[in-house]
Each structure stands twice: as structure tokens, then as C-alpha cells.
């Protein structure tokens, strides 16, 4: 009964997951009018259906431990233990970086920061204690496809929407800019461009260019064995022209990760290597035109220099602060409680951003609005794996990177784990990799990692973590 329970909260939760943007906004513009920030309250349901999914796998391992069965699932690997470890030291810091005088803003703050790092992270790791029924990964892989294609559509289709039909829905007639206590952009533009970045239903194109990786991989893992498929290849072209629309160049990076690692598996070793070269080939050819081409879109020299710049500064404050400086004090967790700051470079004009009074403006690193306060703005690293530095020292930036690179590691193990030693036939692999695409968006997701916060949509996070738990599930 329990069993059943959990996978269908389960399957509603990672299926909703990516409607959670356009659906509080949406609630919110009925509920309260225009203009509004999200709803909290509506906001939360993601966190509390998987609160209730965690606390029912709770109960199965006490029903476990002292139940008839007396089976308690209590061995620990070494990715449990660098999670737990994990977890420890980030409390542990958090609780001597913030003042006792603030408690209940630092409480907040850390509780803000846990969501964000390690909620993830702990239903990894619960999810692998526990069975998981063929019924509950077929249908993960049935309907994320669908429902993956089903998004990408509405988002090639928003292109051509006015945004005044966004507005209605209740979002912010302001593009391109995000206010935490006012309701989201309906849409982001390329710099001086009049080109639209499509989000669909999620809450910007890095998400949704992002979340598309995991339908993606489902769809080449299913290509893999079924070429000619018609509904696969039209599956891959409608996902493949919505992360297009995305311009989102690190959801690109992601997709071609997440490609390659699907021809490494799937190809037998007399092939493999000349497909890999072949695929680098073409997509340097690709990237070198596309750069002479459309230099606007692909170099964005304002968000180009963030990527590089950013990370520095985070290894910066890693290095002043080596034992970190606590849960929430850097990547998405910092934007509560603080200012929108827009960095200009020297020499920019400013005197757009006069009709948005409470927008912080930064002009080669001077603020030149408002005039009558300092700004707090939050601190993005534009990496994940500094960002977690940066909260919990060199030693988290140590184990986050070692359970990243070990996770991977058993995914790629788990692809082969059902062949024959005796008979490594590239057929069987082939086969076996229809029920691995969670090592591909894993692996895709990893590299994304490096050059955004990755893991910040809780779409990706919940879903991606759970799935690689489910994947490497001890029972």
C-alpha cells in the first residue's frame, strides 16, 4: 500500500514539476490581481508533496527495520556517506557564520540555502532505500516524453505570441528583468535584439532549456534503438528546435554532453571512437559559423564576461573565507531579501532603467541608482560547484565535486551491469540504454553546472536526483 502510494505521489510530482512557474502565476493573478509576486503559500506545494513522499519512505524503512522483515536498509556507500557529509558540515558552518542576534532572518536564510543544496541531495539519498516497480519507471519515461514535447511546442509557439497575452495571465509587462517581489518576466531578449529567448511554461530560458535535457535524453535513448521511428525523430526535431529558441548556450553545451555520451554507449567499440570525432567535427563547423553568422547571439559579451568573472570572484571568497560562509549565502538562496542589480559596463547608457526606481543600477561597478541608499545585491557565482564552495569552504566545493563525479561514475556502471562479461555485444547496450537516460541528463546537467546554477530549478533538481535514485536503488 505504501509502495503504491509514494510512486503515484511520486510520478504526479515529477510530472507537475514543470508547470509549477506558469501555474502560480497564474493562481496568483486570479487570487490577487496583477502585479503580484508568486504566492508562497501556492509556491510550496513542490516542497510539501516531497516532504509527504519522503516521510512515506521513512515509514517503510521503520516498518523494515522492525517489522517482520527485519531487513533495515542501513549500508552506507560512499555516495550516502559523502551526502550525510555533506549535509553535516553545511549545518555545521551555517551555524557559526550567522549571528545569534539575527536568528530567526539566519534561520531562514539556512533553511532557504538547504532547500536549494542538499533537499535534493536527501531524496537521492532516501530514494535509493526503497523498491521501485517497472509500472513507475516506464510510465517516468512515457509521460516526461510527452509531456517534454507538449512544452517545447507551447514554447516554439510562444515566439510568435504577443507578450500582451502573458500579461493577462499575470506576468510582469517588464522583460527581461526579475523582481523578487513583483511577478515574472514574460519573456528575456537577446541584448540590443529584438529576439525573444522562449520559456514556455517555466520561469526563464536557462530552465527551460535546461529541463528539456532530461525528455531529450529520453528521446535519443529511445532513438538509439528505433532510427527510423517517426514519432522520435519528430520528437527530437520539435525538442531540438524549442532549446534553439531557449539561446540558451550552456542548455546547448548540455544537449550536445548529453548526445555524446548516448553515442559512446550506444556504439560498438570499432565505431565509437571515429562517431565521437565525427560529431566534435561537425559541431566545431557548426559553432564557427554560427559565431561569423550571429555574433550577437552566441558571444553577449555582458553575459559572456558574468560567466567568466563570477566564478572568479567566487573562488575569491572561498579563498578569504576557506571553511565557507554558510547555507544561502551565495547562488539563488541570496536573492531573498535582497536588490535587483543590473551591471552595466563603462560607458553604458543608464538612463533606461529611470522609470524603475527601486532597480539597482551598476555602471563599471559604481552604483548610479537609486540615489539615496546602498544597494544589497545577491551573490551569483554562475557555478554551481563554487557556489556550494562558497557556502561550506574548499572541503564542500571537495565532496559535492567527488559525489558529482562518483554519481556519474555508478551511472555509467549501472548501463553495463546487466551484460554479459563473456559476451559484450554493442546490441545489448544498445538495449540496456532505453532505461539510462537519467545518466545522460545527469552527466549533461554536471557540465551545465559549470557555467549556471544548474540545479536551482527544483523542475531539473527534484526530478533529476530522484531519478538517479530510483536508478541506483540498492533494493
Avoid at 104 to 127: E, Q
Wanted: glycine share 6%; hydrophobic share 55%.
Amino acid at each position: 500500500m505504501f509502495q503504491q502510494l509514494r510512486e503515484r505521489l511520486t510520478l504526479l510530482l515529477i510530472l507537475a514539476l514543470p508547470f509549477h512557474a506558469f501555474a502560480v502565476t497564474v493562481a496568483t493573478r486570479i487570487l490577487k490581481g496583477p502585479g503580484h509576486a508568486p504566492l508562497a503559500i501556492l509556491a510550496v506545494w513542490k516542497e510539501a508533496l516531497l516532504v509527504v513522499i519522503l516521510a512515506i519512505i521513512c515509514i517503510e524503512i521503520v516498518r523494515k527495520c522492525f517489522g517482520q522483515e527485519r531487513s533495515c536498509p542501513t549500508h552506507l556507500d560512499a555516495l550516502d556517506i559523502l551526502i550525510i557529509a555533506l549535509i553535516l558540515l553545511g549545518l555545521a558552518i551555517s551555524l557559526f557564520s550567522y549571528p545569534l542576534s539575527a536568528i530567526r532572518s539566519s534561520l531562514f536564510t539556512v533553511a532557504l540555502g538547504f532547500k536549494y543544496d542538499f533537499l535534493p541531495l536527501l531524496a537521492f539519498l532516501l530514494a535509493r532505500r526503497v523498491p521501485w516497480s517497472q509500472w513507475l519507471k516506464a510510465n517516468i519515461e512515457k509521460w516526461l516524453l510527452i509531456i517534454g514535447v507538449a512544452i517545447a511546442a507551447f514554447g516554439i509557439l510562444s515566439f510568435v505570441l504577443p507578450s500582451s497575452i502573458f500579461v493577462v495571465l499575470g506576468y510582469s509587462p517588464i522583460y527581461s528583468l526579475y523582481f523578487t517581489d513583483g511577478p515574472l518576466a514574460a519573456f528575456q531578449m537577446i541584448g540590443d535584439t529584438k529576439l525573444h529567448r522562449i520559456q514556455s511554461v517555466m520561469s526563464g530560458p536557462n530552465q527551460l532549456g535546461l529541463w528539456l535535457i532530461l525528455p531529450l535524453c529520453i528521446a535519443l535513448s529511445q532513438w538509439v534503438k528505433k532510427l527510423w521511428d517517426p514519432k522520435i525523430v519528430l520528437s527530437l526535431l520539435i525538442l531540438g528546435i524549442a532549446l534553439i529558441l531557449t539561446f540558451s548556450r550552456t542548455a546547448w553545451i548540455a544537449a550536445f554532453v548529453g548526445t555524446l555520451v548516448a553515442f559512446t554507449i550506444s556504439l560498438p567499440p570499432r565505431l565509437r571512437r571515429e562517431a565521437i570525432i565525427t560529431v566534435l567535427a561537425s559541431a566545431a563547423i557548426v559553432g564557427i559559423l554560427a559565431i561569423f553568422l550571429f555574433p550577437d547571439v552566441l558571444f553577449r559579451l555582458g553575459s559572456s564576461r558574468g560567466h567568466f568573472e563570477r566564478p572568479i570572484e567566487g573562488i575569491q571568497q572561498m579563498i578569504a573565507h576557506p571553511f565557507g560562509q554558510g547555507l544561502g549565502s551565495a547562488g539563488p538562496a541570496s536573492h531573498r531579501g535582497r536588490d535587483t542589480c543590473i551591471m552595466l559596463r563603462q560607458g553604458d547608457d543608464p538612463s533606461w532603467a529611470k522609470n524603475l526606481p527601486k532597480l539597482c543600477v551598476f555602471v563599471g561597478g559604481a552604483q548610479v541608482q537609486p540615489k539615496d541608499r546602498v544597494c544589497l545585491c545577491p551573490f551569483l557565482t554562475e557555478n554551481w560547484y563554487v557556489q556550494v564552495g562558497v557556502e561550506t569552504g574548499f572541503i564542500g566545493f571537495a565532496l559535492f565535486l567527488a559525489l558529482t563525479i562518483l554519481l556519474i561514475r555508478k551511472l555509467w556502471q549501472q548501463s553495463f551491469i546487466q551484460m554479459d562479461e563473456t559476451k559484450r555485444k554493442w546490441k545489448l547496450v544498445s538495449q540496456l540504454i532505453a532505461n539510462r537516460y537519467p545518466l545522460l541528463a545527469f552527466a549533461a546537467l554536471s557540465v551545465a553546472a559549470l557555467f549556471l546554477h544548474a540545479w536551482e530549478d527544483a523542475a531539473i533538481a527534484y526530478a533529476l536526483w530522484i531519478l538517479a535514485g530510483i536508478s541506483l536503488s540498492h533494493d
